[in-house]
T-cell receptor, first 111, second 117 residues
Framework: QKEVEQNSGPLSVPEGAIASLNCTYSDRGSQSFFWYRQYSGKSPELIMFIYSNGDKEDGRFTAQLNKASQYVSLLIRDSQPSDSATYLCAVKSGSWGKLQFGSGTQVVVTP | GAVVSQHPSRVICKSGTSVKIECRSLDFQATTMFWYRQFPKKSLMLMATSNEGSKATYEQGVEKDKFLINHASLTLSTLTVTSAHPEDSSFYIC?????????????FGEGSRLTVL
């Protein structure tokens, strides 16, 4: 069983709609959760992180964490073509800052 | 966020040669750096954890004699791919953490695309 799982997609979203991405993890001791965006041929860039149960909003992005169910999600509101990328879920379990990455969900926003 | 710089961004080399990739934290001291490898359309695969002043910790299946890591200062870690072969062609990305505490987010370098002919 993979430690961090994501649906690979592609997730096709009409421009202006909400994109919903999900991520599940296996380690109940996981402490912090991150969403990264990666454009093709580029390195990942941090979108946001969350470590408490509930929702965290930052602009058009909302991260949701449910530790009891061991999932974290990312909502992208008012999706734009520039949001087309692969979104990586990452989970921190240990004290080193070592992150476990999911395989990523490809999002395609269609005009 | 913090800035991590990686160099070179692209390198092409002949089979059998060695290639060095540098990773620098520009505006913070990185006690820990991580080296990842990524194949096309695949996720990041952690290769090793680099700690300043000590030996790197390699993930299972990663040859430490082939992928030499040196973290000689708090702002610089290097990855040397020794005796490179075509199967070593990949996108190598470094990342840095500002410390063991806090939320632990990683800041990534721009990545280095290695092509071995």
């Amino acid at each position: 069983q993979k430690e961090v799982e994501q649906n690979s997609g592609p997730l096709s979203v009409p421009e202006g709609a909400i994109a919903s991405l999900n991520c599940t993890y296996s380690d109940r001791g996981s402490q912090s959760f991150f969403w990264y965006r990666q454009y093709s041929g580029k390195s990942p860039e941090l979108i946001m992180f969350i470590y408490s149960n509930g929702d965290k909003e930052d602009g058009r992005f909302t991260a949701q964490l449910n530790k009891a169910s061991q999932y974290v999600s990312l909502l992208i509101r008012d999706s734009q073509p520039s949001d087309s990328a692969t979104y990586l879920c990452a989970v921190k379990s240990g004290s080193w800052g070592k992150l476990q990455f999911g395989s990523g969900t490809q999002v395609v926003v269609t005009p | 966020g913090a800035v991590v710089s990686q160099h070179p961004s692209r390198v092409i080399c002949k089979s059998g040669t060695s290639v060095k990739i540098e990773c620098r934290s520009l505006d913070f001291q990185a006690t820990t750096m991580f080296w990842y490898r990524q194949f096309p359309k695949k996720s990041l695969m952690l290769m090793a954890t680099s700690n300043e002043g000590s030996k790197a910790t390699y993930e299972q299946g990663v040859e430490k004699d082939k992928f030499l890591i040196n973290h000689a200062s708090l702002t610089l870690s290097t990855l040397t791919v020794t005796s490179a072969h075509p199967e070593d062609s990949s996108f190598y990305i470094c990342s840095a953490s500002q410390g063991t505490g806090g939320t632990g987010e990683l800041f990534f370098g721009e990545g280095s695309r290695l092509t071995v002919l």
